[in-house]
């Protein structure tokens, strides 16, 4: 059982800057992916993207290319999402959840343990 707690969400005005953290309750090395996911109002639940627990290697969706990067830090079992250049569509409950499928799956059954969401609002 792996236990996600997500922390960091809040309000900010476009272009400004959040950064949600991840923290599992036990070492996921065996786990290949944490990925974060987002819902907004109405709207299916989405693949923002991942890291590699293990290489460290990411995987993106286009729509936060450029703007979002995900890093880790092993010693603290956490993983990190940093958004820059935040838009209003950006606004959402934000997930991280993790699979011990590889290659960054972007379907959420394959993803076993969810944190409990954080809210990001964007305002213009």
């Known amino acids: 059982q792996v236990q996600l707690v997500e922390s960091g969400g809040g309000q900010v005005q476009a272009g400004g800057s959040l950064r949600l953290s991840c923290t599992a309750s036990t070492h996921t090395f065996t786990r290949y992916t944490m990925a974060w996911f987002r819902q907004a109002p109405g709207k299916e639940r989405e693949f923002v993207g991942g890291?590699?627990?293990?290489?460290?290697?990411?995987l993106y969706t286009d729509s936060v290319k450029g703007r979002f990067t995900i890093s880790r830090d092993n010693a603290k079992n956490t993983v990190y999402l940093q958004m820059n250049s935040l838009k209003p569509e950006d606004t959402a409950v934000y997930y991280c959840?993790?699979?011990?499928?590889?290659?960054?799956?972007?379907?959420?059954?394959?993803?076993?343990?969810w944190g409990q969401g954080t809210q990001v609002t964007v305002s213009s």
């Open positions: 959840a993790t699979t011990e499928v590889p290659n960054f799956p972007r379907s959420i059954v394959l993803y076993e343990f």
């Open positions: 890291i590699n627990w293990n290489e460290g290697s990411t």
